[in-house]
């Protein structure tokens, strides 16, 4: 008797490759098969292994795990673009990597059961002789199998992972490794003895090899925990350029929704509901069609990611009021049906597909020949996800067109043309990667010739002395602690009031005294890190009014620890004083608020309440706290001593001009040019 779970059997030694490849995917229930016993069946068939040739960069990437491995390198991660074969390259890692002693199995693990199924099915065709199970659902691996494919949610389910002896395992492989930091693989990892070690080369536990097309997190939460180096890395950009991945255009639609009041979850992405109400509108729906129409209605097969199942309702019903074929797919969609829709569409039975968030990750249609991004996001993860559905090769397939409607008026939102570095707002026409890189290279350039116009436009004309003199641009102290111009760049990363107050230092107050600041670690402002200060309760005995404060997070990029800072800042604080779209935030400034800003004012510019909000006013006295005041009277010195220098050459200049006489040059005259 056998178990067979959807079209992957959970013990697959006697089964065929062929007919795992043939099974079709139905809703996980569990069938019971007789088998012809042994003794009274045909002798099988010889099954040979899949001969697969590796792609140049799949080997160069074996060969960089195997040397990190052979250094005593435990925890490894892999960085590779959608569609480049990640689960062909860990597959043919399993007999590359040699037993120690006992430890001679593998576990593969993932957080979906379309990559779980795949997964056992390369594993299935890849080693024919070896004995491959599954753990997943009602299928219940038997923890001695050669090879074990497993769903994260099974193998921690109850005492499911107990029966898997670490002792025995060389190696243990993570699909879609940017989970990884989550709690269930953490747990699975320390089971393994994976968690933390001083030195990986005396510790007896697996490799642990984490492979994705996304190696970043949006809530910050450091990968580094668990995977200590990126051993190899290739993303679409060169795969493109090798032609290993499909070329694609792309195309940006601007629409008129207005995201800045839609909240954010944990992670750091708009709230579905939320996003929904605004995106899911009659006049938005009739754009996005409209759009495809003018921009994609050659295209074969379009995939479209839409917001939540309200949305993809409202859409599929609105692509077919224009007489276009549409279909969709979603998580509630039963497996036969969704089996079958997916079926025909990679036949090309009808052009448009839409889905939400079933299609983002281990989703193998290499016909689809246009993604459109219905769905607005604030992940850079998401957003490479899915337009990475649409570049694997295909015979006859030219491009990918990636149509991305993007909302004007949002903050935060991440759009194509910010994957190659250039404004979220930039508004693309059929441009290419090709084209992409180029635009970026010419705004660069574009942005020295401005810089170096601009040091020419700051320089004295009359003062005709080496070097450059740099002005500060505000009048008073009060034009800078009112200027928010600085807020801007982090609070379009983040939905939190975060405060600039001048050399890279960022600030998040709270109600209660708490405070986070970001700034740079060190001169080269190059890497940053987050310190959380807390006030000390009334009567310490301490000469600073709060604790010695905390690192919380450090990180090589601006953006990264922004993310990580929000992460610990939700969990710490209270939303409603942190968040910078509060509705007090955009009431009148309290007469408090408006008596501490005025003790730094002189009497004659003094403010009233009504002058502006309590978020304004806030943001203000964030910057006095903080040293906006003292950053200024130093400003203010450089350029007062400035102005001297430029006053002195000025007379100078005059004094000269005033002794040239002409005729000849007398030693009188050269005697005053000395002095």
């Given at each position: 008797?056998?178990?067979?779970?959807?079209?992957?059997?959970?013990?697959?030694?006697?089964?065929?490759?062929?007919?795992?490849?043939?099974?079709?995917?139905?809703?996980?229930?569990?069938t019971?098969?007789?088998?012809?016993?042994?003794?009274?069946?045909?002798?099988?068939?010889?099954?040979?292994?899949?001969?697969?040739?590796?792609?140049?960069?799949?080997?160069?990437?074996?060969?960089?795990?195997?040397?990190?491995?052979?250094k005593?390198?435990?925890?490894?991660?892999?960085?590779?673009?959608?569609?480049?074969?990640?689960?062909?390259?860990?597959?043919h890692?399993?007999?590359?990597?040699?037993?120690?002693?006992?430890?001679?199995?593998?576990?593969?693990?993932?957080?979906r059961?379309?990559?779980?199924?795949?997964?056992?099915?390369?594993?299935?065709?890849?080693y024919?002789?070896?004995?491959?199970?599954?753990?997943?659902?009602?299928?219940?691996?038997?923890g001695?199998?050669?090879?074990?494919?497993?769903?994260?949610?099974?193998?921690?389910?109850?005492?499911?992972?107990?029966?898997?002896?670490?002792?025995?395992?060389?190696?243990?492989?993570?699909?879609?490794?940017?989970?990884?930091?989550?709690?269930?693989?953490?747990?699975?990892?320390?089971?393994?003895?994976?968690?933390?070690?001083?030195?990986?080369?005396?510790?007896?536990?697996?490799?642990?090899?984490?492979?994705?097309?996304?190696?970043?997190?949006?809530?910050?939460?450091?990968?580094?925990?668990?995977i200590?180096?990126?051993?190899?890395?290739?993303?679409?950009?060169?795969?493109?350029?090798?032609?290993?991945?499909?070329?694609?255009?792309?195309?940006?639609?601007?629409?008129?929704?207005?995201?800045?009041?839609?909240?954010?979850?944990?992670?750091?992405?708009?709230?579905?509901?939320?996003?929904?109400?605004?995106?899911?509108?009659?006049?938005?729906?009739?754009?996005?069609?409209?759009?495809?129409?003018?921009?994609?209605?050659?295209?074969?097969?379009?995939?479209?990611?839409?917001?939540d199942?309200?949305?993809?309702?409202?859409?599929?019903?609105?692509?077919?009021?224009?007489?276009?074929?549409?279909?969709?797919?979603?998580?509630?969609?039963?497996?036969?049906?969704?089996?079958?829709?997916?079926?025909?569409?990679?036949?090309?039975?009808?052009?448009?597909?839409?889905?939400?968030?079933?299609?983002?990750?281990?989703?193998?249609?290499?016909?689809?020949d246009c993604?459109?991004?219905?769905?607005?996001?604030?992940?850079?993860?998401?957003?490479?996800?899915?337009?990475?559905?649409?570049?694997?090769?295909?015979?006859?397939?030219?491009?990918?067109?990636?149509?991305?409607?993007?909302?004007?008026?949002s903050?935060?939102?991440?759009?194509?043309?910010?994957?190659?570095?250039l404004?979220?707002?930039?508004?693309?026409?059929?441009?290419?990667?090709?084209?992409?890189?180029?635009?970026?290279?010419?705004?660069?350039?574009?942005?020295?010739?401005?810089?170096?116009?601009?040091?020419?436009?700051?320089?004295?004309?009359?003062?005709?002395?080496?070097?450059?003199?740099?002005?500060?641009?505000?009048?008073?102290?009060?034009?800078?602690?009112?200027?928010?111009?600085?807020?801007?760049?982090?609070?379009?990363?983040?939905?939190?009031?975060?405060?600039?107050?001048?050399?890279?230092?960022?600030?998040?107050?709270?109600?209660?005294?708490?405070?986070?600041?970001?700034?740079?670690?060190?001169?080269?402002?190059?890497?940053?890190?987050?310190?959380?200060?807390?006030?000390?309760?009334?009567?310490?005995?301490?000469k600073?009014?709060?604790?010695?404060?905390?690192?919380?997070?450090?990180?090589?990029?601006?953006?990264?620890?922004v993310?990580?800072?929000?992460?610990?800042?939700?969990?710490?604080?209270?939303?409603?004083?942190?968040?910078?779209?509060?509705?007090?935030?955009?009431?009148?400034?309290?007469?408090?608020?408006?008596?501490?800003?005025?003790k730094?004012?002189?009497?004659?510019?003094?403010?009233?309440?009504?002058?502006?909000?309590?978020?304004?006013?806030?943001?203000?006295?964030?910057?006095?706290?903080?040293?906006?005041?003292?950053?200024?009277?130093?400003?203010?010195?450089?350029?007062k001593?400035?102005?001297?220098?430029?006053?002195?050459?000025?007379?100078?200049?005059?004094?000269?001009?005033?002794?040239?006489?002409?005729g000849?040059?007398?030693?009188?005259?050269?005697?005053?040019?000395?002095?």
């Open positions: 008797m056998f178990r067979f779970l959807r079209c992957v059997p959970s013990t697959l030694r006697r089964v065929a490759p062929a007919a795992i490849a043939r099974a079709p995917a139905r809703r996980c229930a569990s019971t098969v007789k088998v012809t016993p042994a003794a009274a069946a045909p002798p099988p068939l010889p099954v040979s292994p899949l001969k697969i040739t590796l792609r140049e960069y799949q080997e160069e990437c074996i060969q960089s795990v195997l040397a990190y491995l052979a005593g390198h435990k925890r490894l991660g892999v960085s590779l673009a959608t569609g480049s074969g990640k689960t062909v390259i860990f597959t890692l399993i007999d590359r990597l040699p037993a120690t002693g006992d430890a001679s199995q593998t576990l593969i693990l993932a957080h059961r379309e990559l779980v199924e795949q997964a056992a099915r390369h594993c299935a065709l890849a024919p002789d070896k004995h491959v199970d599954l753990e997943m659902g009602n299928s219940h691996a038997s001695a199998a050669d090879i074990t494919v497993a769903s994260i949610q099974s193998i921690m389910s109850g005492d499911r992972v107990a029966k898997f002896d670490p002792a025995r395992y060389k190696l243990v492989l993570v699909d879609e490794a940017h989970h990884i930091v989550s709690q269930q693989y953490l747990d699975l990892l320390e089971h393994f003895g994976l968690r933390h070690a001083a030195d990986w080369t005396v510790v007896p536990a697996p490799a642990l090899v984490g492979v994705s097309a996304t190696f970043s997190r949006f809530d910050g939460r450091k990968l580094g925990a668990v200590d180096h990126i051993v190899y890395h290739r993303d679409y950009v060169d795969m493109i350029e090798d032609n290993w991945l499909s070329d694609v255009t792309f195309t940006t639609v601007e629409i008129k929704a207005d995201l800045n009041k839609v909240s954010t979850t944990a992670n750091g992405d708009f709230k579905t509901a939320a996003l929904s109400r605004a995106i899911n509108t009659e006049q938005t729906n009739d754009l996005l069609i409209k759009a495809w129409l003018a921009k994609a209605k050659g295209r074969n097969s379009t995939i479209v990611f839409c917001v199942l309200s949305h993809v309702s409202n859409l599929t019903a609105k692509f077919r009021h224009y007489g276009i074929a549409a279909e969709f797919v979603t998580g509630d969609t039963p497996s036969k049906i969704r089996s079958a829709r997916v079926d025909a569409f990679r036949r090309g039975d009808f052009p448009v597909l839409l889905n939400c968030g079933v299609f983002t990750e281990g989703t193998d249609i290499p016909n689809i993604v459109l991004l219905a769905r607005p996001t604030k992940s850079r993860n998401l957003l490479v996800q899915m337009i990475g559905r649409g570049m694997r090769l295909h015979p006859g397939k030219e491009n990918c067109h990636i149509i991305d409607m993007v909302s004007a008026l903050t935060g939102v991440v759009s194509t043309p910010t994957l190659f570095g404004d979220p707002s930039e508004i693309i026409e059929k441009a290419s990667t090709k084209d992409m890189m180029e635009l970026k290279e010419r705004k660069e350039e574009e942005s020295k010739r401005e810089e170096t116009a601009g040091d020419v436009a700051t320089r004295p004309l009359s003062a005709k002395l080496p070097g450059s003199i740099t002005f500060t641009d505000y009048e008073s102290v009060h034009d800078l602690i009112a200027d928010t111009s600085s807020d801007h760049v982090i609070r379009g990363m983040s939905e939190l009031a975060w405060v600039a107050v001048g050399e890279g230092r960022f600030i998040l107050s709270t109600n209660g005294g708490a405070y986070l600041v970001i700034e740079p670690t060190g001169k080269d402002d190059q890497s940053f890190h987050v310190k959380h200060y807390w006030r000390l309760p009334s009567g310490a005995k301490s600073s009014p709060y604790a010695t404060p905390k690192v919380i997070a450090q990180g090589e990029t601006f953006e990264h620890v993310h990580a800072a929000d992460t610990f800042a939700l969990e710490a604080f209270e939303f409603i004083w942190i968040s910078k779209n509060q509705p007090w935030r955009r009431s009148q400034a309290s007469q408090t608020q408006v008596d501490f800003l005025n730094f004012r002189p009497e004659e510019d003094h403010l009233k309440p009504k002058d502006l909000t309590k978020g304004k006013a806030g943001d203000m006295i964030t910057r006095i706290k903080h040293g906006t005041t003292g950053k200024f009277k130093k400003a203010h010195a450089k350029q001593s400035a102005l001297k220098v430029q006053a002195r050459a000025e007379t100078l200049q005059s004094r000269l001009q005033g002794q040239i006489r002409v000849p040059l007398s030693a009188d005259t050269f005697r005053g040019l000395s002095k």
